[in-house]
């Protein structure tokens, strides 16, 4: 196997995370553009009025525009969003990383902050799903 | 002639901007934070450490550049570069002035040393850039210094591997040497530590993991320079492969260098926040 494919490879073994390949910027290249699109303040005016009338200028797939709407950043990773696109939706909603953060690990921001008051997330257990490391 | 000697690299999370931007600096949550930059303050700006320019290593997080291009290696040459959107307004932070001799010299030297480096002089500036100006400068109305953007692509893969960018910085260290200007230049390499931002593992922190890694900074370059990507994102979570952007500035200093100064906080929101002054070994 070449180097790239035996590092893509390796990557897809991290739990809980997802490599932004080329697959991705490929399948996610309008949710990210779309993204991008909300830096502008007359941009996020528009949006803000009215999501889905938005959403329709965007050829993102009806899955696609579901997560969005739906605020499902998990899914959106999966379907081909970048977290540095995303966050130009979570913060037009005047949300932070760590808001949005919290809600991909499954837990309230009171539980996601003490996490990382407290040190943050071990790497214990978490290098690896084959070797459960 | 130009003279390099010193280094510095630093986190820049975005929310220690919003720290100093809504002045909070002595809440509970930032003092930590604010306060291991008190050393470098103080030291940067007496008149023998002060630069005139700061070649500042970072990179870009959808802000200049979205999907449309994405260069693994840009320089800006513009003469200066405005504050970026990013979704909440501009940061209320002076525009960057650059000093576009020096860029356009060490960009053409760069090229004729076979980096295949992106010319760029349209491009707003984000957290990744300013963030770290305001942890060495605070608030000026103007920065003290010229700025010369460097842009480092670690967000769509393949991103350039740790050893590529160690020889980055080598290059850019024999062009600054070759500048016929008196002027005082530092190298500034920003990002890290370890964070993951997305996804069911986001909050990823591995103190030992980035505390060996400013030990070697000094200590041993020769293992830095050779971690694989793979390391990086097991170890220090997703976005921790931006330390691959401190290797460019320790690249363009001396092999043998002295630790002046380090800080090492976590968190500062979801990352690890590292800082590190090194200073050639005459």
């Known amino acids: 196997m070449n180097r790239r494919d035996t590092f893509f490879r390796q990557a897809e073994d991290i739990p809980g995370t997802t490599l932004f390949t080329s697959g991705k910027a490929r399948q996610g290249y309008w949710i990210n553009q779309f993204s991008m699109s909300l830096m502008k303040p007359e941009n996020r005016k528009k949006w803000r009025a009215d999501e889905k009338k938005y959403l329709e200028d965007w050829p993102m797939t009806a ?71 | 002639m130009a003279d390099l000697q010193y280094g510095i690299a630093c986190s820049h999370v975005p929310l220690i901007g919003v720290g100093a931007d809504q002045n909070r600096e002595d809440d509970p949550y930032f003092a930590p934070i604010f306060a291991g930059f008190d050393w470098t303050r103080q030291w940067i700006m007496k008149p023998e450490n002060r630069p005139d320019a700061v070649i500042l290593v970072f990179n870009d997080h ?3 550049f979205s999907q ?48 295949d480096m992106t010319i760029v002089n349209d491009m707003p500036v984000d957290h990744g850039l300013t963030v770290p100006l305001t942890v060495m400068f605070n608030k000026p109305d103007s920065w003290p210094c010229r700025v010369v953007p460097l842009m480092v692509n670690v967000v769509t893969y393949p991103v350039p591997s740790g050893e590529r960018c160690w020889k980055l910085g080598e290059s850019i260290r024999r062009a600054v040497d070759g500048f016929n200007e008196d002027l005082n230049v530092q190298i500034w390499g920003t990002g890290g530590m370890s964070h993951q931002l997305q996804g069911p593992r986001a909050g990823l922190i591995n103190a030992e993991w980035d505390r060996k890694f400013l030990d070697d900074m000094t200590e041993d370059t020769d293992r830095l320079r050779k971690i694989p990507h793979i390391e990086y994102l097991r170890e220090t979570g997703s976005e921790g492969i931006e330390m691959v952007m401190w290797l460019v500035m320790r690249g363009a200093l001396d092999p043998q260098v002295k630790e002046l100064h380090r800080h090492y906080h976590v968190p500062a929101s979801n990352t690890a926040l590292g800082h590190i002054v090194l200073e050639n070994v005459q």
């Not at chain 1, 949300?95 to 690990?105: D, E, I």
């Not at chain 2, 840009?74 to 003469?79: F, M, N, S, V």
């Not at chain 2, 909440?88 to 525009?95: C, D, E, L, S, T």
Request: negative net charge.
């Open chain 2, 62 to 64: 959808a802000s200049a």
């Open chain 2, 68 to 115: 449309e291009i994405i260069p693994t290696f840009a320089i800006g040459c513009a003469d200066e570069f405005q504050p970026a959107d990013e979704g909440w307004g501009p940061r209320p932070v002076p525009v960057v002035k650059n000093h576009p001799e020096l860029a356009w010299h060490v960009a053409e030297n760069l090229i004729m040393d076979d980096f």
């Open chain 1, 63 to 133: 899955e696609q525009k579901d997560a969005v709407l739906a605020r499902d950043y998990n899914r959106l990773l999966e379907l081909g969003g970048n977290i540095y696109y995303l966050a130009k939706i979570f913060s037009t909603d005047g949300l932070s990383f760590v808001h949005a953060a919290s809600a991909m690990t499954g837990m309230s921001v009171e539980d996601y902050k003490a996490m990382m008051m407290a040190g943050g997330r071990p790497v214990e257990g978490n290098r690896s799903i084959r070797e459960g490391n």
